[in-house]
């Protein structure tokens, strides 16, 4: 619809969690390292937590991405509403074993054995079980039972737990301290802040094939801040309204009038509460990349909720340290293919 009109290459704002649109922001490799250290070092159980449309799943397939280079065995599982039963038939699939019985003893000895066949042939086997805030007392109970599965000196099965806030809540009950017991690593993913949303904006559309980014103003990208709060799923669903409301009326310019209408269309509210980037401040990565460079140092640019008091009315975010962050995904491959 609106790719010709605006020279994109594909849709930026699609709700499918790509990871080839990962954008590496500072949290998200954090919290990406954390998973890899854990799968890697074969801790057991690591937990991911984050609000939804935060990124999780789309953190997940890059993870996954990863891990098939290095010939790990993974079984991803997005519905966990499961009954026992059906939990342990998803593991005879995802894990390719030959079990006919549908006994969970007989089951459970397939799979011990599939897993110490795994690792003796150097595969690695993980199971990550995404919206993990929906799963029932009684699979949690069968998780920690799995992560039993081990020899004196490795964990045969590591399992990663992705979820909303309030699975941090769950694994706080009483009668889930053992659980929680085995969690050797929680990684969090949270809002992007308005300065990594001008980052997110700018890569994926960079992506698409818009590598200079004048389609979205500062005051246009403090307006979706507003309507969106940060949250990537959200951001994804205003900026793909605008864009088709911008087509629709042959606008080469989204406007604070587009934002607006489109929003009414996805029916989101507006919050004012925005934390301004403080004037003459300059971000730490900033900092970083120019004093590597031997570059003088220099003042932030004035953030546009100052513009009536400094009479500035953009706001640009230098994209050094957006380019150092994106090229952690090529560090986290190279990692992988070196691990031994």
Known sequence: MYQQFYNLKEYPFRLSPDPSFMCMTTQHREALSGLIYSVCTQQGLTVLVGEAGTGKTTLLYSLLGLLERRRYVTALCTNPTLTRQ??????????????QSALKSRQLVALQEKLLQNREAGRPSLLIIDEAQRLPTELLEEIRLLLNMETPRDKLLDIIMSGQPELSEILGRPELRQLKQRISCICKLKALSLEELQEYLHHRLSLAGLPDQT????????LIYGYTQGIPRLVNSLCNGALQTGFAMQSKDITLPIIEEAARDLELRSSPEIVPIPNGVVPAAVKADESAAGAPPRL???HPINKAVNGNSEYRMPLEGYATRQKSMGFFASLMDRWK
Do not use: H, M, Q, R
Request: with cysteine; glycine share 8%.
């Open 215 to 222: 389609l979205f103003s500062g005051d246009a990208i403090e």
């Open 86 to 99: 059906e939990f342990y038939d998803l593991l005879t699939v995802k894990f390719g074993l030959e079990c």
């Open 300 to 302: 932030a640019p004035v």
